[in-house]
């Protein structure tokens, strides 16, 4: 297709898949300059929308394809909406009605006639197209193997000038009433009826009195208007890093918040734990007489960051294989740079672990019956949240570094099971041989398991049975220390920092996305 456009273009991506809205103007809001007010941006993508006839499906999720959501169809129009937002003067489309029946190609076609009729240049590869299809289009490009064209010019209304352009040359055979003209263009110019006519159709076409004028006309709009310049663009994005990061965090609250299914199973699991580990444990956060009422207490505290910690981490990978793959189809369109929504990716996880945490940590606390007073209990949150945070980030670093979730999951595990190991309950760290100790300082989860138990226990004076006291039980037994915590909680942090910027960094330098 074709029209009267400007100067200015933008390249066509392919459909994605992945939980966003038709009414995420993220696209409008990164790719339109910066003058451009919010209510300009809303009435263009309610006019985009329109131009699309994408209103009665306004606020649908866009889902999975073949799952649920958005047909194929209407996944094809919404990835035009996508780019029209950008506001080009060209749009390219790689095959747009493949893989779908008559019915959606002709929706799909009668909107891409509407983009055409705004004013806009489109430039279609179509593959076997019906001849509604095929005379839709105003122009043809057809080029034979090798990339040598045929035939560059209009088709005419019921594909009137092609078939003249044909049927002049000699030998070629006439078109019968009804047939399809892609279909007999294809036909009369494949190589075995050059071969059969002794003709070259790319010669023929080189020698006609179209090709003298396409070149003519190539020559004239190549030719610049005075006192114009060349095209230059200052940065690589429209819009600053801080508008990018804040739309994109815009963007993923959106898809978190309508992502039920993920934060259901989250919560569920969590609070069916706290119930489950509370009845297991309960009242023993109380009891330091004994030996072995200290050890269970301390086992409620190991089982709590086990469980918790890695359920987040395996949880969290196929959300962000979904979102990613939405991210490789939005940064190739140039939205945002790969920071941006790392960034968001991110921070949007803080909120709903905060939650988490802070659920989990009231129901254990009362139902164990740890010491009630404000450090002990503060420190309990700090140091689950902070473990829950970067289990979580270190799901979506696994997702970062390998090709899909299914693989993500397998590299995650291989850990669990030496992390589970040399945490320092299983085999208390002094007990670890020397050459092996290294591994337990370099355990995410033997840190919080010291935090958490020194937080609880490494202060306290009472005697036990053995006539040892809690706090000398714990550093000879284990090495706690309780004046180390503050070290203990900084390590924490660092953690947290660390598997954040893995995560970002990897999601910026690999692309596993697949044409």
Known sequence: MNSVGNERASAYGVSGAGKTTLMDVLAAWLRLPEEVTENARKMFVDEVMKLVELNTVRNALVGLPGVNGLSTEQRKRLTIAVELVANPSILF???????????????????????????????????????????????LFLMKRGGQEIYVGPIGHHSCDLIKYFEDIEGVSKITNGYNPATWMLEVTASSQEVAMGVDFTEIYKNSELYSRNKALIADLSQPHPNSSDLHFPNQYSRSFFTQCQACLWKQRISYWRNSSYTA????????????????????????????????????????????????????????????????????????????????????????ILAQTVV?????????????????????????????????FYGMMTVAITPNAHIAAIVAAAFYGFWNL?????????????????????????????????????????VLTTGETVKGYLHRNFGFRHDFIGVVAGVHVGLVILFAVIFGYFINIFNFQKR
């Open 93 to 139: 489309m790689d095959e747009p009605t493949s893989g779908l029946d008559a019915r959606a190609a002709a929706i799909v076609m009668r909107t891409i006639r509407n983009t055409v009729d705004t004013g806009r240049t489109v430039v279609c590869t179509i593959h076997q197209p019906s001849i509604d299809i095929f005379e839709a289009f105003d122009e």
């Open 360 to 392: 989990y940590g009231l129901i254990v606390y009362a139902m164990i019956g740890f010491d009630w007073t404000a450090a002990k209990f503060f420190w309990f949150i700090y140091f689950m949240f902070t473990c829950m945070l970067f289990m979580t």
């Open 265 to 352: 199973v989250r919560f569920s699991f969590t609070t069916f734990i706290a119930l489950f580990f509370g009845s297991i444990f309960w009242d023993l956060g109380g009891k330091r007489e004994r030996l072995q009422d200290l050890s269970n207490s301390m086992g409620a505290l190991y089982t709590s960051v086990l469980f918790l910690a890695i359920q987040n981490a395996s949880a969290v990978q196929p959300v962000v294989d979904i979102e990613r793959t939405v991210f490789y189809r939005e940064r190739a369109a140039g939205m945002y740079a790969a920071l941006s929504y790392a960034f968001a990716q991110v921070l949007v996880e803080v909120p709903y």
């Open 422 to 462: 040399f945490s320092g309950f299983v085999i208390p760290r002094p007990k670890i041989p020397i050459w092996w100790r290294w591994y337990y300082w370099g355990n995410p989860l033997a840190w919080t398991l010291y935090g958490v138990i020194v937080s609880q226990f490494g202060d306290f004076d009472d």
